[in-house]
């Protein structure tokens, strides 16, 4: 399998930007994921990278992939109170056929 | 639209008891995997199944079992309930391996 690392925590003002940060250690990762988890609930697929891109964007939502550092980051522009949540970067091998998770970041949006 | 159903949502079991994690999903995936996450903590892979009559083990297989006789179910069995197994279980669909999966709602176990 592959390991993903994520830092912690993450403090954030209401309408700011947040970037989530994750590392991964295989570089054969064919697909990257973010999922974010509210308090109480299951996990929720945010959005996804191939490994053949460098950026993808999605509304308020950007992923850049650095394939030469493994790093993999999520933006969420302006972000809102709703926003506060634990969010999760997974990663799957080619021909792999489960998701390893990091650890997960608790972002906390402060009004 | 179920998507991925886990019961129940709670549950307090003591030691040595023995107890089954239901989970049902309505979208024909053949996937299924079940994870346990410890407070703090991120998801690690308990068992997974390709499709029905295939399982095979995860990071933290010990001390459960699952069987996949249908697409749709895929439970999983504590069979020695111990206080280590104190964790919040979900269960999650997927079409194929390079698909996100769907998560169901969790399920919070006490083991006293």
């Known amino acids: 399998g592959e390991d993903v690392e994520q830092s912690l925590f993450l403090s954030v003002r209401e309408g700011d930007s947040s970037v989530i940060n994750c590392t991964y250690t295989?570089?054969?990762?064919?697909?990257l994921y973010w999922y974010k988890q509210e308090p109480g609930a299951g996990l929720q697929l945010l959005t996804y990278?191939?490994?053949?891109?460098d950026m993808k964007q999605d509304q308020r939502l950007t992923v850049l992939l650095n394939k030469k550092d493994k790093h993999l980051s999520l933006r969420i522009a302006d972000t809102q109170t709703g926003d506060s949540a634990i969010y999760f970067c997974?990663?799957?091998?080619?021909?792999?056929?489960?998701?390893?998770f990091g650890g997960g970041t608790r972002v906390l949006v402060k009004p | 639209n179920a998507g991925v159903t886990q019961t129940p949502k709670f549950r307090i079991l003591k030691i040595g008891q023995s107890m089954t994690l239901q989970c049902t999903q309505d979208?024909?995936?053949?996937?299924m995997y079940w994870y346990r996450q410890d407070p703090g903590m991120g998801l690690k892979l308990i068992y997974y199944?390709?499709?029905?009559?295939?399982?095979d083990k995860g990071e933290v297989p010990n001390g459960y079992n699952v069987s996949r006789s249908t697409t749709e179910d895929f439970p999983l069995r504590l069979e020695l309930a111990a206080p280590s197994q104190t964790s919040v279980y979900f269960c999650?669909?997927?079409?194929?391996?390079?698909?996100?999966?769907?998560f169901g709602s969790g399920t919070r176990l006490t083991v006293v």
């Open positions: 997974a990663g799957i091998k080619a021909a792999g056929n489960k998701l390893t």
């Open positions: 990278i191939f490994s053949n891109m």
């Open positions: 999650a669909s997927s079409p194929g391996p390079n698909y996100g999966y769907t």
């Open positions: 979208m024909n995936h053949n996937y």
């Open positions: 199944s390709v499709g029905a009559g295939i399982t």
């Open positions: 295989d570089s054969s990762s064919t697909y």
